[in-house]
């Protein structure tokens, strides 16, 4: 297809991105995802909501987050030099926030009542719970029985937040199991309920306005980058489940032809075994709204995902994301449960951060590229959340390393 | 519009019952659930026991708009090693004793996405499949099968539902055939329906805009309120009743006579609707 002048324009109005992304809901919702594409191009050009977005961006989430020069991580892997860009200092811990203040917002617009979500690791149900107690609204949210047991530090979070977590045992009890019960929620409820979904994924406008409100995270790397080091950078590295952190690092550079990206989808066990990487071992199929690359079986069933890191644990990935893959605009690569790990141990050991496992598969791209780079090379790095929500998991997984210690 | 082609099979019938003056029993099943063969048995036995229209459901993982009945059924289908292949040998063996009985498969998008939609719509047209209803295409998405499944002689049911209002009716009417499903609750499948006077005024209100036969389904489970919903509409879908004499059932041959004994029931109480 014809890219023309800029690779930020889309999606088409049906919602496509090439072939990928659409509207594939049951006509129960048709209705309200018209009425929610309406609302948000209203929002979009109103100068008060960006006001107001802008004053909770500022005083209740604590933006804009530093780009951080990770000096000793840089100097240990002796190559490019590395930024972080720090989602994780965020209110809440990761990014997921900047996206909920923006559907909160719509949703006051549009008069509802009600929330709902659904939640992998527990950051977007977290995020959803505050800004629906921020605002007063009754939420509620879905979540896998799976990530229940091993994310336990959100589930009470999200409950001292006011809200009531659902546990969904339906399929593998993770991300996509809660998606559906969330849809099915939606369907019922269609009068009074938003539904915030918190990934660049889903039926037409949820992939668009989900990376518009993530869009600040690059928007600020940008303004931030030229003023520590005079230019763009050289590379972006997010890491990637539905893709929302990613998306919101590289939208702003998608036209900066110089500025290559890298999204780094998680391998789990390894692309041979079971994994979470919709692009490197998935097809191209229909789920929960969207046309995408999807992990599936030869009949169209969908199989389940796995990674160490439950935020990442979707067989599906946000479709403008698939187009950039298939364009090539954007590099994907995977990182294993094991290497992910490693990103995790290295950021603790060289920069005094604990970064969630999520982003650690990003921080493990990095171990092994930065040291092939000479070190005029910028690359920035979405360190998209904080992990400590991820003690129990981490805490398994290296119990002899700790031990020694 | 004029209309050269022969009537199809599903026009044959819903003409007839109206001149029966009776609504069609339309009934629901998995295919697959609880095994293929306890399931092909059921399929066969559904005419004879008083079906009308048949909808096939084919398994799906992820069956967003189901209720946790429909949902179970599609994990035991899948769980005994149903595909596609296996659904449309089913219609092809209902066809080999039964040439007048319309079939509907029943859906989601990915796994005929998968399958091809080419070659599913051959294999489907080929092996009798009268009609389709795919949950997640609406009819901003025609292009992807509703309008190459007409080119291929199968019709193309829709969903209309109480959310859709007067502007999106027409899109909604609009290269639909065989018949229009009513969904007469938002929801998922298996939840409760309003009361029958405020599905008969929306059926009505939408009658107005359509020839084609409307059928309701969505929280219909007994033999009276199927009766009560014939009293006004062509078509009373059953669907979650049925599964749930499967999933109640202590054996999958208990299942299949649960399912059957259901459909007699509903199929005398669909010849009473109106006297």
């Known amino acids: 297809m014809s890219t023309e002048n800029t690779l930020r324009q889309g999606p088409d109005e049906s919602g496509f991105f090439g072939r990928f992304g659409g509207r594939f809901v049951a006509e129960t919702l048709m209705p309200l995802i018209l009425d929610l594409q309406e609302e948000y191009e209203k929002a979009k050009h109103d100068p008060e909501f960006h006001a107001a977005l802008e004053v909770l961006r500022k005083d209740f989430v604590g933006r804009e987050t530093p780009l951080y020069l990770a000096e000793r991580l840089t100097e240990a892997l002796g190559g490019a030099k590395i930024y972080l860009k720090r989602e994780d200092l965020n209110h809440t811990g990761a990014h997921k926030i900047n996206n909920c203040l923006g559907q909160i917002l719509l949703a006051k617009r549009m008069g509802k009542k009600r929330i709902i979500a659904e939640t992998g690791a527990g950051m977007h149900g977290v995020a959803t719970a505050t800004v629906a107690a921020r605002f007063g609204l009754e939420c509620v949210i879905y979540m896998g029985s799976t990530d229940i047991h091993r994310q336990q530090p959100n589930v009470q979070r999200m409950k001292l937040l006011g809200a009531e977590v659902i546990p969904v045992t339906s399929g593998t009890g993770t991300l996509k199991d809660a998606m559906n019960e969330a849809l099915r929620d939606w369907v019922t409820n269609v009068h009074d309920t938003f539904y915030i979904i918190g990934t660049v994924a889903g039926p037409h406008p949820y992939p668009a306005l989900v990376r518009d409100f993530q869009a600040v995270i690059g928007e600020e790397t940008r303004r931030q980058i030229m003023e520590k080091e005079g230019r763009l950078p050289d590379t972006l590295v997010a890491c990637i489940g539905g893709g929302s952190n990613a998306m919101g690092l590289f939208h702003p550079f998608l036209d900066d032809k110089s500025v290559h990206m890298i999204g780094v989808e998680a391998g789990g066990e390894g692309l041979d075994k079971r994994h979470a990487a919709s692009l490197k071992g998935g097809e191209p199929g229909v789920l929960h709204g969207n046309r995408t690359f999807l992990l599936q079986s030869e009949d169209g069933q969908i199989q389940d995902a796995h990674s160490i890191s439950a935020g990442l644990d979707y067989p599906g990935i946000g479709p403008e994301h698939a187009w950039l893959h298939e364009i090539e605009r954007v590099e994907y690569v995977s990182i294993t449960d094991q290497e992910a790990l490693e990103g995790f141990k290295a950021l603790c050991k060289y920069e005094g951060i604990i970064p969630a496992l999520e982003s650690s598969h990003a921080l493990a791209h990095i171990l092994k590229l930065a040291p092939t780079l000479p070190k005029d090379h910028i690359i920035v790095v979405n360190l998209s959340g904080r992990g400590d929500k991820d003690m129990t998991t981490v805490t398994e997984h290296l119990a002899d390393e700790l031990a020694e210690q | ?275």
């Open chain 2, 1 to 275: 519009m004029t209309d050269t082609r022969q009537a199809s099979r599903m026009e044959r019938r819903f003409a007839a019952l109206k001149q029966e003056n009776r609504p069609a029993l339309i009934t629901f099943i998995t295919a697959g659930d609880p095994d293929y063969a306890n399931s092909l048995d059921t399929l066969l036995g559904l005419p004879e026991a008083g079906a009308d229209v048949i909808e096939l459901g084919m398994p799906f993982t992820d069956p967003m708009a189901d209720g946790p009945a429909i949902q179970l059924a599609n994990q035991r289908a899948l769980a005994s090693g149903q595909d596609m292949l296996k659904t449309l040998q089913m219609v092809r063996i209902l066809r080999e004793q039964d040439q007048d009985t319309p079939l509907v498969l029943m859906g989601y998008y990915n796994p005929i996405y998968r399958y091809g939609v080419k070659r599913f719509l051959e294999e489907a047209a080929e092996e009798g499949v009268d009609g389709l209803i795919v949950v997640d295409l609406p009819p901003e998405h025609d292009n992807e099968l509703c309008i190459p499944a007409r080119e291929a002689g199968v019709h193309f049911i829709r969903l209309a539902t109480p959310t859709t209002d007067a502007k999106r009716l027409p899109g909604v009417l609009n290269n639909t055939s065989g018949f229009l499903y009513y969904v007469s609750s938002t929801g998922v499948t298996g939840s409760a329906a309003p009361t029958p006077e405020k599905v008969q005024q929306e059926v009505e209100a939408i009658r107005a805009n359509t020839d084609i036969p409307i059928g309701v389904g969505f929280g219909i489970r007994t033999p009276e309120q199927a009766a009560r919903i014939g009293q006004f509409a062509d078509g009373v879908v059953v669907g979650s009743a049925l599964i749930d004499c499967i999933n109640k059932a202590s054996t999958p041959e208990e299942g299949t006579q649960g399912v059957l004994s259901l459909t007699r029931e509903l199929a005398a109480a669909v010849r009473t609707a109106r006297k």
